[in-house]
T-cell receptor, first 114, second 111 residues
């Protein structure tokens, strides 16, 4: 079975540009998570969805960040405008929305904002 | 506030030298504790889930144990290919399906 699929794998963009990261969760999973990983802060949960509905976005750093899940097989994380401090690895993960269930990660999108 | 603390930050072992990694957690109610392995340039790879104190799980040279306040990942006779970052995460009763991670332990195993 295909795992969580993320695109792009690598992106270099200039400060001020819009960045869109994409995620396809594992088929049948109904929870989707966006994490950000940096050396300084480790893995931080940005937002998660259950059945395509955002449940907790308290980790979204500021209004420049937005996430959508228009259907069960696709989600986007958008940064507009991007800043150098947004440089990080962004991971998408999915699971079945069952208490204590394991979440499975994609390979990440490596973002560099110059 | 739910918290996960891992120690040590980094661990250097000789091949065959067994050791343990620690994960201390503070949550209002534990739904699950997870261990992941992360290799450079890759996403975290699931290893184990533990649900209640006293539970143990094993996979090859790895064994995970759980108490009411901490979990240990025991590595028996490690090999260089066990070198990676090991992440601990918890899902709490009050967090919906929110899963929070510790900072990880970077393990280096020298041949």
């Amino acid at each position: 079975d295909a795992g969580v699929i993320q695109s792009p794998r690598h992106e270099v963009t200039e400060m001020g540009q819009e960045v869109t990261l994409r995620c396809k969760p594992i088929s049948g999973h109904n929870s989707l998570f966006w994490y950000r990983q940096t050396m300084m802060r480790g893995l931080e949960l940005l937002i998660y969805f259950n059945n395509n509905v955002p449940i907790d976005d308290s980790g979204m750093p500021e209004d420049r960040f937005s996430a959508k899940m228009p259907n069960a097989s696709f989600s986007t994380l958008k940064i507009q405008p991007s800043e150098p401090r947004d440089s990080a690895v962004y991971f998408c993960a999915s699971s079945l929305a069952v208490s204590g269930n394991t979440i499975y990660f994609g390979e990440g999108s490596w973002l560099t904002v110059v | 506030e739910d918290q996960v603390t891992q120690s040590p930050e980094a661990l250097r072992l000789q091949e065959g030298e067994s050791s343990s990694l620690n994960c201390s957690y503070t949550v209002s109610g534990l739904r699950g504790l997870f261990w992941y392995r992360q290799d450079p340039g890759k996403g975290p790879e699931f290893l184990f889930t533990l649900y209640s104190a006293g539970e143990e799980k094993e996979k090859e040279r790895l064994k995970a144990t759980l108490t009411k306040k901490e979990s240990f990942l025991h590595i028996t006779a490690p090999k260089p290919e066990d070198s990676a970052t090991y992440l601990c995460a918890v899902q709490a009763d009050t967090g919906g399906f929110k899963t929070i991670f510790g900072a990880g332990t970077r393990l280096f195993v020298k041949a």
